[in-house]
């Protein structure tokens, strides 16, 4: 076997299915995998429907070709599940729909502190990313990206999305009282929950413009959510819920019944 070869057999099967489910949260079509010397296709198999049982992994065939996808919660325990030794060989994204409790935070009147002074923006802007995904990980949210001072995150659970707000809030309040007043940040939080379409790391659809128009609506330190967030929390969640009624938001054809999470 050439170095080349010996190389590429000792990628660990488990790690290489790791990296498409984080790249590809919705899934996508693996249609070649190939061996590593001395590691039986038969133990590859029971692997992956043991996954399979737990409710991890979800795999569909069609067209000869084997789709892997797997929640955000399950890649906690697939990190520290038994490894095999292979690699695949090919893998192709696709595009797939699912629901999602989908989160907003920006930073409130950020254009105009850019405007007053870009180097203060910007550190503020970078402590508002550090807070956020230092919360992040203990709801189980995951970034989908920036979008110049915001976050569009997603959550399998609303109830966590909720949380997550929450805390992030608080912490934001915590910092702010040890700060001087030039130095606080101010977070506006939105939240909905809706059908997305999946492309990659991406997710895209009515749903994602929803939890945008949310956030518009809350003031600093606010959390704002829609009716359909509502629905699912409103007898789980310790902090009171206020209404704020129906509004009009841009590009949408029907006005938002939004609500706020009062944060104590």
């Known amino acids: 076997m050439s170095a080349r070869l010996a190389k590429r057999a000792r990628v660990d ?26 590691v039986p296709i038969d133990r590859l198999r029971p692997m992956l429907e043991e996954l399979g049982s737990f409710g991890l992994v979800k795999k569909s065939t ?41 989160v907003f935070t920006d930073l409130h009147a950020y254009t105009a502190l850019v405007q007053r002074n870009e180097k203060d923006a910007l550190r503020l802007l970078q402590e508002h990313e550090r807070m956020v995904r230092g919360v992040l990980p203990r709801f189980n949210g995951r970034e989908v990206k920036t979008i110049g001072d915001a976050f569009l995150v997603e959550f399998t659970s609303t109830l966590e999305a909720c949380h997550c707000a929450i805390e992030l809030q608080r912490a934001v309040r915590t910092r702010n009282l040890e700060v001087e ?7 506006r939080v939105g939240i909905h929950v809706g059908d997305v379409e999946r492309r990659g790391t991406d997710i895209l659809g009515d749903a994602v413009n929803i939890a945008s128009r949310v956030t518009s609506v809350a003031h600093a330190g606010e959390i704002c959510i829609s009716r359909q967030v509502f629905d699912q929390v409103w007898n789980k969640l310790e902090n009171h819920l206020s209404e704020i009624g129906k509004v009009e938001a841009k590009n949408l054809q029907s006005p938002l019944e939004v609500f706020r999470i009062d944060v104590d």
């Open 13 to 38: 099967i488990y790690a290489a299915i790791l990296e498409v489910i984080r790249r590809y949260p919705g899934g996508g079509r693996i249609s070649r995998v190939s061996y590593a010397v001395g």
């Open 181 to 187: 007043v030039s130095e606080r940040l101010e977070l």
């Open 62 to 102: 069609a067209d000869d070709e084997t789709r892997y996808t797997c929640s955000v919660r399950g890649l906690d325990f697939l990190e520290t599940y038994w490894r095999m030794n292979a690699f695949l060989e090919t893998f192709e994204g696709v595009e797939t729909r699912e629901l999602a409790a989908i």
